[in-house]
C-alpha cells in the first residue's frame, strides 16, 4: 500500500495549484490554508524549485475519525503538495487507506477508503 499518490501534470505551476484548490472545492471540501513553502524557505535563504502544500477538510469526515481516535488529529487536516522537480510539476496527496496501520485500534470503516477515492478524483482531475 503506497503511502502517496502521485502524478505528473503537463499543467504550469500556479495553474496546477488553482486546479487542485477548484476539484478539492467540487468535491466539498474547504480549503484551509495554502502554504508557500519555496516563499518560506527563501525568506530564510534556501533556495528551492516552487512547492505549495494545500490543506483541505471536510468538517463531517474531521469529526468521525477524530471520534474513532483523537490523536488521528496528527494526520489532519488532508494535504495535497504540489511542487516542480526537475523541470516537472506534480501533484502528490496522502493516502488516507494508511491511516489504520497507524490506528489499529480505530474503528474507521470504510472512511479511509472513501476519503481516498475523493482525493484521488481530485488528483486526477486536478492533472
Do not use: W
Request: proline fraction near 6%; aromatic fraction near 10%.
Amino acid at each position: 500500500m503506497e503511502f502517496d499518490y502521485t502524478v505528473i501534470t503537463p499543467k504550469a505551476f500556479d495553474v496546477a495549484v488553482s486546479a487542485v484548490e477548484e476539484e478539492i472545492a467540487r468535491g466539498g471540501f474547504r480549503v484551509l490554508y495554502v502554504h508557500d513553502v519555496q516563499k518560506t524557505l527563501s525568506e530564510k535563504g534556501f533556495d528551492i524549485e516552487p512547492m505549495k502544500i494545500i490543506e483541505f477538510c471536510s468538517a463531517k469526515s474531521a469529526f468521525a475519525v477524530l471520534q474513532a481516535d483523537i490523536k488521528i488529529g496528527l494526520c489532519l487536516p488532508c494535504k495535497i503538495l504540489v511542487y516542480t522537480k526537475d523541470g516537472k510539476n506534480f501533484i502528490s496527496a496522502m493516502r488516507p487507506i494508511v491511516i489504520p496501520q497507524f490506528f489499529p485500534k480505530a474503528d474507521l470503516g470504510a472512511l479511509p477508503e472513501e476519503i481516498d477515492a475523493q482525493i484521488k478524483n481530485i488528483v486526477d482531475n486536478s492533472k
